[in-house]
């Protein structure tokens, strides 16, 4: 079979690491070009163990020169390349705008150019947040009404990746995920500020009441679905990606503080996020009945139990970012 060149945009953050972890083990005769800023989220240190069998390339998915040589050069694009941080979409919403509109622009101006496959990587968030007593989960047809500058940026993308589709006839598909956990996430994202809070001895931070509810995968069955949609997923097509993990935040902290041998009330509720959406859900049934996929993570607490021994040996990976990161929480009271 031929060798496959896939071009992976944010390779070097967390889920976009993951992925290339999984493509160099599982697809083999892939050729992998990975296309990243390295900005405050990406660290080559997330690609070290595959760096031999990859090919980095720093650089920014809207340096329109640089992202025509890249693609001309791949059958295939997967791009995860983002701002990715609600609360820092709210301090500053300008590089969101930025890399995540105008990147998807020039990624989707190069591969209408070269004929490229293009699978774009996106999020539940696009549509807005559910009532906790909602029986309806998110679907394909559910209407957009993003609430953040992160979750608006996002869906300007999509919208921009159907556009292109229907106009242009690019060879695109979309995929929507809901919230990821597992190895490498930065230290600002819920799960692994509060696993590293608690091997500091930190009490974990709650927004609000901590009532929110988010409905988490583990990254690895993200990333399998993601290589499923891009081999076998109808061009054009848009797949919600989920694995029925509802928890609210109180739970998932609680759950954390038993691993940890502490106390379930040894929590902190700290000022809320503003806008903050209440509750995602996903009804992954299409990629389920069209795809076969199913999660193989279905055990939460075993999953996050995991996660935790991961933080735990691997602290030289997390350290260097966790001062800072605090510094910046410490300044709207989060
Ligand atoms: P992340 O913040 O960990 O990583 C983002 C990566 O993109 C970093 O390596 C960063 O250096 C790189 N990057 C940022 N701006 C860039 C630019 N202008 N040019 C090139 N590279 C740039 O993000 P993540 O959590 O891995 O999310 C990856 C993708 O998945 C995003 O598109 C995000 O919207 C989507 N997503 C994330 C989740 C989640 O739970 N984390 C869920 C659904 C969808
Ligand atoms: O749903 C998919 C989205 O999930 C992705 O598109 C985003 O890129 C990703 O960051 C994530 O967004 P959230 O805003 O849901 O994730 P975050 O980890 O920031 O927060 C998860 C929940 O935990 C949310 O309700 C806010 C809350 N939270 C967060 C932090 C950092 C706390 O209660 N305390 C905290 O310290």
Redesign the pocket.
């Known amino acids: 079979m031929a060798t496959m060149r896939l071009l992976v945009?944010?390779?070097?953050?967390?889920?976009?690491?993951n992925f290339v972890h999984h493509v160099v083990s599982e697809h083999p005769d892939t050729a992998v070009v990975v296309?990243?800023?390295?900005?405050?989220?990406?660290?080559e240190a997330s690609l070290a163990p595959v760096a031999g069998s990859i090919e980095f390339v720093q650089?920014?998915?809207?340096d329109a020169d640089l992202v025509d040589s890249l693609v001309a050069r791949c059958d295939a694009v997967v791009?995860?390349?983002?701002?990715?941080?609600n609360d820092n979409s709210l301090a500053n919403p300008w590089?969101f705008v930025?890399?995540?509109v105008i990147?998807t622009y020039t990624l989707l101006e190069a591969v209408r150019r070269h004929g490229v496959r293009y699978h774009h990587?996106?999020?539940?968030?696009v549509y807005g947040d559910l009532e906790l007593d909602d029986p309806e989960r998110f679907a394909e047809t559910t209407p957009y009404n993003p609430s953040s500058p992160?979750s608006s940026t996002?869906a300007a993308s999509d919208m921009l990746v159907r556009a292109w589709g229907r106009s242009f006839g690019v060879a695109a598909t979309i995929s929507?995920?809901?919230?990821?956990?597992g190895p490498y996430?930065?230290v600002e994202?819920f799960i692994p500020r509060q696993i590293t809070n608690l091997i500091d001895g930190v009490r974990p931070r709650l927004y609000g009441q901590g009532l929110n509810v988010r409905d988490w995968i583990h990254v690895e069955d993200?990333n399998r679905a993601v290589w499923e949609i891009l081999m076998r997923g109808r061009v054009g097509e848009t797949y919600l990606i989920g694995a029925d993990g509802e928890e609210n935040n109180r739970t998932v902290v609680e759950t954390l503080l038993e691993v940890f041998g502490r106390p379930r009330e040894d929590y902190d509720l700290v000022t809320d996020r503003p806008g903050h959406d209440l509750r995602y859900a996903i009804d992954s049934t299409k990629l389920r009945e069209e795809l076969g996929w199913s999660p193989r993570y279905s055990d939460f607490a075993t999953g996050l139990a995991d996660t935790v021994a991961w933080y735990r040996d691997n602290e030289a990976w997390w350290r260097p970012r966790k001062a800072a990161t605090e510094a910046k929480y410490a300044r709207t009271g989060q």
């Open positions: 945009t944010g390779g070097a953050g967390f889920i976009g690491a296309l990243d800023a390295l900005t405050y989220a990406g660290d650089g920014d998915v809207a791009h995860f390349a983002a701002e990715s941080h590089p930025q890399t995540n990147g990587i996106s999020t539940d968030e992160y996002k929507n995920c809901s919230n990821n956990y996430q930065h994202k993200h």
